[in-house]
């Protein structure tokens, strides 16, 4: 099946820098890249979809400035976390669709902001 | 909008036994449905989806989830369960009938842990 990456699997910043998560579709191309929070015991919510070459769209409530999302080739998407704070640390996936109805999900991120 | 209630957040059971995972979903428009599969360190994985004909659909490792339409559910069931089915399922919709503009966003459930004890 289908391999989504995610670089890094775990990463530690302090608060008020900027960390960036990768997200890499590596048999295939996707066309559409997708980025959800989970928090603990709670669902995935989605936070934006981008496609390729194109800006991201986010959904409500979710800061654009903050959470920069860049989608610049068919196989990488990246979510830069800017001026990170506590409330900001929770787990990032994501996931990659080549077509409708299939979506395939990267093993998460795990940012904690001290 | 739409969302998602996954009943239980957490269902033990005896290797062999039967198990039913709930899932009810509310939205103003037409929907399809898929339920993933989350094992410890990996990524969610697909394990089944509806979208039209037969509301009756089944994987390949032996669940199958019926969507009933009056009712709003998607349960997923297993007959006898194995100790490799200890993972965390999710219950998730995509709108469709919003002419297009919800493609792929997935609205997903809080997530049922299914623990298979020997």
């Known amino acids: 099946g289908a391999v989504v990456s995610q670089h890094p699997s775990r990463v530690i910043c302090k608060s008020g820098t900027s960390v960036k998560i990768e997200c890499r579709s590596l048999?295939?191309?996707?066309?559409?890249m997708f980025w959800y929070r989970q928090f603990p015991k709670k669902s995935l919510m989605l936070m934006a979809t981008s496609n390729e070459g194109s800006k991201a769209t986010y959904e409500q409530g979710v800061e654009k400035d903050k959470f920069l999302i860049n989608h610049a080739s068919l196989t990488l998407s990246t979510l830069t976390v800017t001026s990170a704070h506590p409330e900001d640390s929770s787990f990032y996936i994501c996931s990659a669709s080549s077509e409708p109805y299939e979506q395939y999900f990267g093993p998460g991120t795990r940012l904690t902001v001290t | 909008a739409q969302s998602v209630t996954q009943l239980d957040s957490q269902v033990p059971v005896f290797e062999e036994a039967p198990v039913e995972l709930r899932c009810n979903y509310s939205s103003s428009v037409s929907v399809y449905l898929f339920w993933y599969v989350q094992y410890p360190n990996q990524g969610l994985q697909l394990l089944l989806k509806?979208?039209?004909?037969s509301t009756l659909v089944e994987s390949i490792n032996g669940f199958e989830a019926e969507f009933n339409k009056s009712q709003t559910s998607f349960h997923l069931r297993k007959p006898s369960v194995h100790i490799s089915d200890t993972a965390e399922y999710f219950c998730?919709?995509?709108?469709w009938g919003t002419g297009g503009t919800s493609y792929g966003k997935l609205t997903f459930g809080q997530g049922t842990i299914l623990t298979v004890h020997p």
């Open positions: 998730a919709v995509e709108d």
């Open positions: 509806y979208l039209s004909g």
């Open positions: 048999d295939f191309q996707a066309t559409t």
